[in-house]
């Protein structure tokens, strides 16, 4: 096994600013939007604005950071040409050689590894609605499997709205009645669902391209999954408060 650690920074030079301005924009964005997840399962004020500011912090300074969790070898059977020469003319003699490629597996902190913490945490505080949650994550599985797509060299996309778009409506339906739930529910499920539909599902397409790394949740940017939990829980704010 390698580096267990590997850090990686996707925009460099005079790029580097840029992504940082942007990166903190969105952690003041995200910190409000936290504040009420907690807020809403019960948590203190005082703590929620205090978690609320580690989580969104956190997932900037550790956005680069990414835990290689599994290394995959696999072997390939490679053609190679030896060269023979008789009486000064060159004869090519097919060969086949085996190489072997290593994927490394890895997860990545800040895209991935702690908003799936907070969505495990969010889930024991919501014990009592556990069966309608779990069917929104289900659903939006399902939705980001349909929607993602595996490029060569760049790994799984979708449109960056699916998830969020989808979690909302699945939400609103499953608690039309409890309309305060809408916005955990779609965090909790967007999470989730696009890291299970899109990025697990996916993985073996991913591993068969032979990249050098795999990361879950991003490769030193804010992936799809945070990116889709704050978006979830905006849009489903914008729904309690439009009904």
Do not use: C, W
């Amino acid at each position: 096994m390698g580096k267990r650690i590997v850090i990686f920074y996707p925009f460099r030079g005079i790029l580097f600013p840029v992504y940082l301005f942007m990166g903190l924009i969105l952690v003041l964005v995200s910190i409000g939007y936290f504040k009420d997840l907690l807020l809403f399962v019960g948590v203190s004020r005082k703590l929620s604005y205090l978690f609320a500011f580690e989580i969104s912090f956190l997932s900037l300074l550790l956005s680069p950071v990414n835990f290689v969790i599994k290394e995959v070898k696999k072997r390939a059977i490679a053609p190679r040409y030896d060269v023979v020469y008789v009486f000064g003319i060159p004869f090519y003699v097919p060969r086949l050689d085996i190489e072997y490629f290593t994927t490394q597996v890895a997860i990545n902190f800040g895209g991935a590894l702690i908003p799936l913490m907070l969505s495990i945490s969010l889930l024991f505080l919501l014990y009592k609605y556990l069966l309608p949650i779990f069917i929104n994550i289900i659903l939006l599985i399902i939705v980001s499997k349909y929607f993602s797509k595996v490029i060569e060299g760049v790994g799984v996309v979708m449109h960056p709205f699916i998830p969020p778009l989808f979690s909302v409506l699945f939400s609103y339906l499953l608690f039309f009645k409890m309309p305060e739930l809408i916005p955990v529910s779609a965090y909790i499920s967007s999470v989730l669902g696009t890291l299970i539909g899109a990025d697990l599902l996916n993985l073996r397409k991913i591993i068969d391209a032979s990249p050098q790394i795999v990361s879950i949740g991003g490769m030193g940017s804010f992936d799809g999954i945070f990116l889709s939990g704050l978006f979830s829980v905006l849009l489903g704010e914008l729904i309690i408060s439009i009904f």
